[in-house]
Structure formats: structure tokens, C-alpha cells
């Protein structure tokens, strides 16, 4: 599981950028308490996707 900061830097983009993603339902999100964290399963598949 990574955080939205994380998934930012690995796109290397901006956080604003991650949330976008997440409420267009195009990333799976896990809530954690307060926390939105992004499994890696996710992040690798619009990897090979090749978009953002």
C-alpha cells in the first residue's frame, strides 16, 4: 500500500493530481482511518497502462 504522496512522486506528479484520479474512480483507494493509501497493484497497473 502506498500513500498519495508516494504514488505522486512515482508519477511525478502532483498530490492534486493522485486525488483527481481517485474521485474520477480510476484508482482503487483503501481507507485507513484518515489516510487514503493506494495498493501497488493499482499504481502498476496505470503504469503499464502508460497514462495518467
Known sequence: ML???EV??????CRATVYAL????????VWVGR????PVASLE????????
Do not use: H
Open 35 to 38: 489516510s487514503i493509501l493506494i
Open 3 to 5: 500513500t498519495v504522496r
Open 45 to 52: 497497473a496505470l503504469l503499464a497502462r502508460g497514462r495518467c
Open 22 to 29: 481517485l474521485e474520477r474512480g480510476e484508482r482503487e483507494r
Open 8 to 13: 505522486a512522486e512515482e508519477l511525478a506528479v
